[in-house]
C-alpha cells in the first residue's frame, strides 16, 4: 500500500479521465477547446508512459533479458494497436494503420537508436552489443516489412483478402518461432556480458514483486486506452481544423506507444548498455510489423473498414535506405557516434517529409 500512494501518475490519469469523459463534448465543439484537449492527454499519456517504463524495467530486472525487453515491447505494441483500433473507427482512414506502423519503424529505428548511439557515442565512445541480435532482428525485419509492405503492390485487387489473412497466419508462426529461438533455443544471441562486468547482487531482483509491477503494468496501460480513446477525438478535430495531414496523426501514435521504450533506451545508453537498445529498437520494429499488422487487419476485416499497408514510393526509399543503412552499420558488434547521427538524420528527414 505504500508503494501504491506513490504511484502520483495513477491517480492522475485516473483523475484525467473522468473530468475528460464529462468534458469530452465541450471541449471538442471548439477550435481551442480541442487543442487544449489533446495537449493535455498528450501529456497525460506521456507521463502514465513514463510509469509504463518503470514497472517494465522492474519486471526486466526481476526477470532478466531478453524477457525485460519482451514485456516491455509487448506493452508498447499493445498501446499502439488499442489507439490505431480506436483512431481507425474514428477517422475511417484506410492509411492509418499503415502509416502508424511506418512511423512507428522509423521512430524506433532511426529516432530511438540514433539518438541512443549519439549519447551513448558521447560518453563511452563505442558501445558493443551481441552482433547476432541485430543480425536476428535484421532478417527478420526484411522478411516481415516486404511481405507486409512491399509485397501487396504485386497483388490483384481481387485477391487481396485473401492474401490478408495469408500474412496473418504467416505473421503469427513467424512470431512464435521467432519467440522461441529468443527465449529459449537461442537465448544468448540477445544477451551481452561486458568483460570486466562484476556478478550482479542477486538479492535486488529477489526482492522486487513481480505481481505488483505486472499488475500495475496491465493498468496503466488499459487507463492509455481509455485516454487514448478520448485523445483520437480531440486529435482528429485539431488535424481537420489547423489543415494538418493525418500522417501526423500517425505519429503521434507511434510516439505516445514508443515512449516508455525511448526513456528506457536512453537511460540504458547512459549505462553503456547498448544490447538493450539494440534489443528495444529492433525488437519493437519486429513486434510492430509482426503483431500490429495481423491485429489491424483483423480489426478492419470485422468491423468492416478498408486497409491499405501498401507503402507509398517517398516510404519505401526511406525505409529501404534505413535497412541498408542499418545492415551496414549493425555488422561489427558496436555503436559509434556516427553511426548514430546517421540514423538521427534519416529520422530528420522522416519528419520533413511529412509536411512535403
Known amino acids: 500500500?505504500?508503494?501504491?500512494?506513490?504511484?502520483?501518475?495513477?491517480?492522475?490519469?485516473?483523475?484525467?479521465?473522468?473530468?475528460?469523459?464529462?468534458?469530452?463534448?465541450?471541449?471538442?465543439?471548439?477550435?481551442?477547446?480541442?487543442?487544449?484537449?489533446?495537449?493535455?492527454?498528450?501529456?497525460?499519456?506521456?507521463?502514465?508512459?513514463?510509469?509504463?517504463?518503470?514497472?517494465a524495467e522492474m519486471l526486466a530486472e526481476k526477470f532478466g533479458e531478453p524477457y525485460g525487453t519482451l514485456i516491455l515491447t509487448m506493452s508498447a505494441v499493445t498501446v499502439e494497436v488499442m489507439i490505431i483500433a480506436i483512431m481507425m473507427l474514428h477517422s475511417q482512414s484506410p492509411i492509418l494503420a499503415r502509416d502508424t506502423i511506418y512511423s512507428?519503424?522509423?521512430?524506433?529505428?532511426?529516432?530511438?537508436?540514433?539518438?541512443?548511439?549519439?549519447?551513448?557515442?558521447?560518453?563511452?565512445?563505442?558501445?558493443?552489443?551481441?552482433?547476432?541480435?541485430?543480425?536476428?532482428?535484421?532478417?527478420?525485419?526484411?522478411?516481415?516489412?516486404?511481405?507486409?509492405?512491399?509485397?501487396?503492390?504485386?497483388?490483384?485487387?481481387?485477391?487481396?483478402?485473401?492474401f490478408m489473412w495469408f500474412i496473418v497466419l504467416v505473421f503469427i508462426m513467424l512470431y512464435i518461432v521467432f519467440?522461441?529461438?529468443?527465449?529459449?533455443?537461442h537465448k544468448y544471441f540477445f544477451e551481452y556480458i561486458h568483460e570486466d562486468e562484476d556478478i550482479k547482487e542477486e538479492h535486488n531482483s529477489e526482492e522486487i514483486n513481480g505481481w505488483y509491477h505486472a499488475i500495475l503494468l496491465a493498468v496503466y496501460i488499459l487507463i492509455i486506452g481509455f485516454l487514448s480513446?478520448?485523445?483520437?477525438?480531440?486529435?482528429?478535430?485539431m488535424l481537420e481544423t489547423l489543415g494538418l495531414p493525418l500522417a501526423l496523426g500517425a505519429v503521434g501514435v507511434a510516439l505516445i506507444s514508443a515512449s516508455p521504450e525511448l526513456i528506457v533506451a536512453f537511460r540504458s545508453a547512459l549505462r553503456n548498455n547498448m544490447q538493450t537498445?539494440?534489443?528495444?529498437?529492433?525488437?519493437?520494429?519486429?513486434?510492430?510489423?509482426?503483431?500490429?499488422?495481423?491485429?489491424?487487419?483483423?480489426?478492419?476485416?470485422?468491423?468492416?473498414?478498408?486497409?491499405?499497408?501498401?507503402?507509398?514510393?517517398?516510404?519505401?526509399?526511406?525505409?529501404?535506405?534505413?535497412?541498408l543503412v542499418s545492415l551496414v552499420n549493425f555488422n561489427d558488434g558496436e555503436t559509434n557516434v556516427l553511426e548514430g547521427f546517421l540514423h538521427f538524420i534519416l529520422f530528420i528527414v522522416f519528419s520533413f517529409m511529412l509536411f512535403v
Open 104 to 162: 512507428a519503424i522509423m521512430l524506433d529505428i532511426n529516432g530511438l537508436l540514433g539518438i541512443s548511439a549519439i549519447i551513448g557515442g558521447i560518453k563511452f565512445g563505442e558501445q558493443p552489443y551481441n552482433i547476432d541480435s541485430s543480425n536476428s532482428y535484421m532478417s527478420m525485419l526484411l522478411v516481415a516489412i516486404g511481405l507486409s509492405m512491399v509485397l501487396p503492390h504485386f497483388i490483384d485487387a481481387t485477391h487481396q483478402t485473401i
Open 277 to 323: 537498445v539494440i534489443n528495444i529498437a529492433l525488437g519493437a520494429s519486429l513486434a510492430t510489423i509482426l503483431l500490429t499488422v495481423p491485429s489491424v487487419i483483423i480489426i478492419s476485416y470485422f468491423a468492416g473498414l478498408e486497409l491499405t499497408l501498401a507503402i507509398t514510393p517517398t516510404q519505401g526509399f526511406l525505409l529501404g535506405l534505413t535497412l
Open 179 to 185: 519467440t522461441r529461438v529468443q527465449l529459449k533455443k
Open 229 to 237: 480513446e478520448i485523445l483520437s477525438v480531440f486529435m482528429s478535430n
Open 1 to 55: 500500500m505504500k508503494a501504491l500512494s506513490k504511484e502520483y501518475p495513477l491517480f492522475i490519469s485516473i483523475l484525467s479521465l473522468v473530468l475528460f469523459t464529462i468534458f469530452e463534448h465541450t471541449l471538442a465543439h471548439t477550435s481551442v477547446g480541442n487543442i487544449i484537449g489533446f495537449l493535455s492527454l498528450f501529456a497525460i499519456i506521456i507521463y502514465a508512459s513514463l510509469a509504463v517504463a518503470h514497472h
